[in-house]
């Protein structure tokens, strides 16, 4: 039964869920969050969570939270996976001002149509990850998976959503200082944002992330229409999933915090407790790690000098492969040539090498060869076969000459009235001593390599016993 950790610091606090996986299903075991006080490490106080679930690297991730790494959704015009790659890594280099080769960029395909892809990527710097690694691993852990905090949501719809659960769905949660959106459908995570709350939540309702959501399905009508908003802890998040639910149309439902026996986090955990235990949930159930910070890496773009000289070398050796090649071609097309005359000069070399066996003097024409060879062959096996079911008289008969003279003394004496020799069997007739003498002639016969089988039977007479028996071949492999 696998158990997954999933552990999020924030500026506050630090939440850590534990979950176990059941097949393609998953349950929360543990949640807990700890206030980080004024004279506390975060690190040290997420360490030792982590060590008292037992769990330091297989199973743990660690999240990365929404201010260390950025979303980008884009329709690409390509559908091969190597230029999707190249065009997400220029492009977000342009977009974020750091060169490719410091930028960390996994990413999903969320759709392909013929001759286009819809994209979601997830970008931040080998720097900001190397350093949120760095402390874990200066700890004595080793965090198995870097996963962005959003996609807990992907895990809480996947395993608290009910009938929602394989619907697409528009997931809100929050705390008392930010508020995040994701749309997921089947088991993706095809949208998101966070955004701080300002103090004019209350009166604008839902404010600017409610103006996301409306250009988000008004200017991209390739995403599904959610089929319920479904909110996770905290009374911002229900505050913006009523907003967004009536201007969808659509039902929104609260998902209550799981109540857990014994977590010190049931009286705190409704503002918390979603992301970190999304993720826990969501590893708890799959092997795979999508979008993992620490897996995707990407080599740096190339400066101009590098591609001109590239280019030059490349004209260099497309000239010398061509000259090599021309001369290699010339080669092997006389090979080739050669080869054609040798197959050619074949149908007559074979009829001339057999045609004693083959019959006649005259070569049939090389379409009619397949043909008339196969007529030979035919007639040739049919004689074989007949020649090799002949059977030799004088040589079976000195086969039972042989077995019988192998026979113990007390058989005999023994005298033969008939024998029969043919293609199928011999037939034996004459006359023992007694019946003993006529049983045991028959056993030296049956148990005789030379033949196969024996019928018939003895029979007794006043002075002597009669036998008569038919005695078959062993078969030839």
Known sequence: MPESVAVQITGKYVVLAKATGHGAEASLVALERREIKADEDALAVATALIRKQGILNLGLAALVNWDDYSIRETWIPFTAESQIRDTIKFELEENLGDEAAALLIPFQILEQRADSSHVLAWASTKKRIGELLAKYEASGLSPEYMPPDALGHVGLVRALGGEFGAKPVLAVSGDEDSVALSLVTDGRLIWGCRRIRSLTWATEVAGQPLQEVRRLFLSAPGFPTPAAVLSFGGEAADTLARAVADELGCPQQTVAPPQLA????????PRHWPLAAGVALYMATNSDRPLSMRQEEFVPRETAQAVSLLSAVAIFLLGFCLAVGGAMFLLASEREKNTLREMQNQPVM????????????????????????????????????????????????????????GAPSDVKPVEFNQISINQKNITLRGTTSNVEAGNKLRLQIKNSKEFSSLLGDVTPHPKDAEFSFTIGYKSEK
């Open 350 to 405: 074979f009829w001339k090498d057999n045609k004693t066996v083959l019959g006649g003097s005259k070569i049939p024409a090389l379409e009619n060869l397949h043909d008339d060879l196969s007529r030979r062959v035919a007639r040739l096996t049919a004689q074989l076969k007949e020649a090799k079911n002949h059977i030799d008289a004088e040589e079976k008969l000195d086969e039972l000459v042989a077995v019988l003279a």
């Open 262 to 269: 014994g977590s010190a986090a049931e009286s705190s955990a």
